[in-house]
Nanobody, 124 residues
Framework: QVQLVESGGGLVQAGGSLRLSCAAS????????MGWFRQAPGEEREFVAS????????YYADSVKGRFTISRDNAKNAVYLQMNSLKPEDTAAYHC?????????????????WGQGTQVTVSS
């Protein structure tokens, strides 16, 4: 069992930056593919970014490509999401998730473990 805890959310003005962290306990994250998803009130959970267990391959939603960067530090058992040039439409609860297969799928249903989320609010 893997427990995931997100941190780093907050209130930021449009154009600002935030760095989200996802810390794991219970097992090492090095064998898991990791993803970040977000969910705004009344909307479905949306894929944001993912990274394979090796860290070599990353994937991004078109809406965040060029602004967000996913990375991982297996030695620290953590995954990060650097978010730059934030927009009001990025406002949502951000969740990290772990995929046992070590891949970085875009489908939320492909992930096996989830964190509780951290709120990101971008003001205009």
């Amino acid at each position: 069992q893997v427990q995931l805890v997100e941190s780093g959310g907050g209130l930021v003005q449009a154009g600002g930056s935030l760095r989200l962290s996802c810390a794991a306990s219970g097992r090492t994250l090095s064998t898991y593919g990791m993803g970040w998803f977000r969910q705004a009130p009344g909307e479905e959970r949306e894929f944001v970014a993912s990274i394979t267990r090796s860290g070599v391959t990353t994937y991004y939603a078109d809406s965040v490509k060029g602004r967000f960067t996913i990375s991982r530090d297996n030695a620290k058992n953590a995954v990060y999401l650097q978010m730059n040039s934030l927009k009001p439409e990025d406002t949502a609860a951000y969740h990290c998730a772990a995929n046992i297969g070590g891949l970085g799928p875009r489908l939320a249903s492909s992930y096996d473990y989830w964190g509780q989320g951290t709120q990101v609010t971008v003001s205009s």
